[in-house]
């Protein structure tokens, strides 16, 4: 038997080897042609030497494909897998202060806690505050500047004499069925004694109502940091299924508590760009890949049982006595594009249910022209499922081709848009962000944003649009985790624009969200402003006045809300 073995093989030895040398250069031939792939895109080879992508790269077939869900995310295979072997790990902090963009809280909580030591409830700022306009005069003309003042008082009706209160004001006006069809976003100025004054531009005609609202007093305001001043969040638990099958409890950095200063964990962070994500080390003592992550969240214990008595410890969202003055504004200065608005203006406002940019009278309101704008363009948006949200109702707008993995249970999965004819060439690609992403799925379907920024093959210069945002999933840790991302993001794009400066990069702004949570809405909301404020080719879609007009009572704008934002967004990549 063996020697028939032996002779046929030899009779056959030609073919094998034929066979043998076709395998070599087939395979020869994909990693030229992977390789000459990634050397024809300047910044891998400028930012990232190709001896160290082999560990990361995807087959040319997905990454280089424009059809592909995972077109460009050469980054995906790492995620999930440990860098390092179980160890104590020492946490580094953030040298970026947050508190340095909010010098008025920061002062108002060193005097509230010298005023009132004891923490009395009966001294926080309640929603018997009152409001008043700066004149008696009831009647106004377009063109005026509304002037109200405030004034903070608490439980006992005395005033209070150190600002940092979370007021929110609008001016609207509502159609004889209730509808909302006018409304501009109120400035508000703290000067830091208990009193404030509000500002508004009159920009159109009719009887509107002010409206003020206590979203959070000075004193809520300062357990929401103490409860976000660590990095862990333990409300939320999350869980990852690792190779071996066993399961064991992760986030960002678990020895920010005490009862994990003593156990050995598993690192798996992105090496790439620093971000950290650790899992405790399990019972068979081994780092293995994770194939899954699960998010469980323990509302009951504390400290998130103690933020859920915000309601009834702070009054949030309590409407102020005075609230709800009626002015008449009649026609005097028209509105037109050569006014000067007020510094304080804001950025959008409505009008007979239509939004106008104060900075752009002229929207884009034509689905054709839409068309026509976005011809030729490629789309990526990354971040949360708002972002997606954006996603879908773009493909649906303009019937393009949805491809990529199920999403039905797993939102984050990458999506690709396309054009389903010849006649416009639209591209849209969806990415989620990096953990905590407080969705289950692989980790393959949790890019982080840098990484995905790092991925992007530019085919024709000026033609690419970056939209990304973040924040939601990470409002309830430490804000260093925050900004240290956001900083990681603004390093992805400096690198990007070394070798494709006429790549336009748009920063989605937060919602507002009528929620105890609000105000670290807004912390997130002035940190995003900051940090990619100034820089070239990057805007910012400004959604705080929108939503200020239109509060939401859930993350996720719906309805005409999310029709408003988005052509917001196209009137944006339109005109920039």
Known sequence: MLQNCVKWFMQKKQLFAFVVAACFYVVLFACMYLNQSLENNNFVKQNYPLKLLPGYVIPPSESLD????????????????????????KSEKCNFTWKQYFPLITSSIKKYKIKNTARNPEAFTWNTSTVILGTNVKKFQVGDTLVAHLQAKDRSNRNKTFGGDYFRARLIRKAPDGALTDGIACDIKDHLNGSYTLQVPLLMAGTFTLEVKLVLSLEGIAGLIDFTSMQNHKGHNYSAKLQTKEIVECNVDLNIYNGYENKLMCDYGNPRNGETWFCNLPPSGKCSPITWVVINYQFKQPPYSDKAQ???????????????????????????????????????????????????LKMIKSKQDFRMCLDHKQVYMFGDSTIRQFFHNLANRFSLNVSGPDNSKLWQQPKTARSKDDNSNITLYYRAHGPPLRNPGPPSSRPYISDSIDGIRVVEQGQVYVFFNIGVHLLDYE??????????????????????????????????????????????????????????????????????????????????????????????????
């Open 66 to 89: 424009p059809f592909s869900a995972y077109y460009g995310l050469i980054y995906k295979d790492k995620y999930g897998q440990p860098t390092r072997m179980a160890g104590i790990y």
């Open 310 to 360: 915000f309601p009834k410890r702070y009054g949030t969202l309590a409407e102020i006595v005075g609230s709800g003055i009626q002015i008449n504004v009649s026609n005097g200065m028209e509105h037109n594009e050569s006014n000067t608005f007020h510094a304080s203006s804001p950025s959008v406002y409505l009008h007979q249910g239509n939004w106008i940019r104060t900075s752009d």
């Open 479 to 576: 804000t260093s985790l925050y900004v240290r991302r956001l900083l990681g993001i603004k390093e992805a794009i400096i690198r990007h624009h070394k070798s494709f400066p006429n790549t336009k990069f748009i920063v989605r702004g937060m919602n507002v969200v009528e929620s105890m949570e609000e105000w670290l809405i807004l912390r997130y909301e002035t940190l995003l402003r900051e940090i990619f404020k100034n820089m070239s080719n990057v805007f910012y879609l400004n959604l705080w006045d929108l939503t200020t007009v239109i509060p939401l009572n859930d993350y996720h704008p719906k309805g005409s809300v999310l029709e408003k934002e988005v052509l917001l967004l196209l009137n944006l990549i339109c005109k920039i």
